[in-house]
């Protein structure tokens, strides 16, 4: 068994890397995000470039979830490397250290990786994009004519009086909120009676409030109106199940969330789906780990290729392209969320543990 200094040293090692690698790719994240939010919003009258960096600054850690992956698998790749040049794995194995056991301590930094991820990155990944929205939108309110609008949502509610359709420029506050909102009222002959545009619009309790509205009806002159109240059906479950990006809402919220759409008889797909794959992050960064580990053997036997970093960098791309392909079948509920999310994590991890036994134990 790898005695306690020596895994001490393995694991502080993987976690030294790791944070090299992580304050690059923060800082590689920070300056293309910025770079891109001052391209959009640098037209906007309220823009200032120390303001558009805090935006990039909250922005970064959502963006950085997406590459956690690949941050193990290249953390896990640098440490073995450097521990092969400098001979350390060659001596460790000549005292009777196996590579189950020097990638033991490997292992346990990408687990550590992966909680920390999930229970402290997460909630503030989600905050901080959430908030960037918010900001981003109130910088547009108004001014759609200025920048390239985003994708319009639309949402069709029914009352007593007939039907509403719903629609907006920006959605915050996961998807309690509407900017730049567009109300139409039809009849119950389906013809429009009125529209209202409004600079925001608040879900309450039984209907939408509109603030700063402005009323159209045909054959009359616009009507400004600073409050409007539109009765409602809905609930806040399935505006945010049908608004709202599932990134926003911060992991120790997201089963509430689950449970409550569906009470309503609302699927939820997308919700169980982010919930169950921040549950597999962890596990999908030991397999990355496991993946490192296959091509790091060797350059023990057969000397360091180019050509084997190559196919480990493309065989953790290929789970990556799985992962995400499999999310999406999820996400649309052509896969439950727990298969779509533990199939990659499983198959990559029988991979790796196939392939360390089949070099390891013949």
Known sequence: MIGWTLGRYFFLRYVTITCYFLMGSFALSLILDFTEQSGRLSALPDYSAIQAFGLSAMRVPYIMQQVFPFIALFAAMATLISLNRKYELVVARSVGVSAWQFLLPACAGALLFGLVAVLAVNPLAAWGFERSEQITANWRAGKANDVSADRVPWLRQKTDEGDTIIGSKSVVNRGLRLVDAVFIRLDKNQDVIERYDAKTADLEDGFWRLNQATKFVLGERPVSEETVRIPTRLRPEFVEE????????????????IAAARSFGYSANAFD????????????????????ATVSLKFVRFGQSGAMILGGVLAGFVLYVVTVVVKAFGNAGFVPPFVAAWTPVLIATFFGVSFLLHKEDG
């Open 242 to 257: 049908s608004l709202a990006a599932p990134e926003t809402i911060p992991f120790f919220e997201l089963r509430n969330k």
């Open 273 to 292: 789906m982010h919930f169950q794959s921040l549950l597999a992050l962890p596990a999908l960064l030991m397999a990355m780990t496991l993946i490192a």
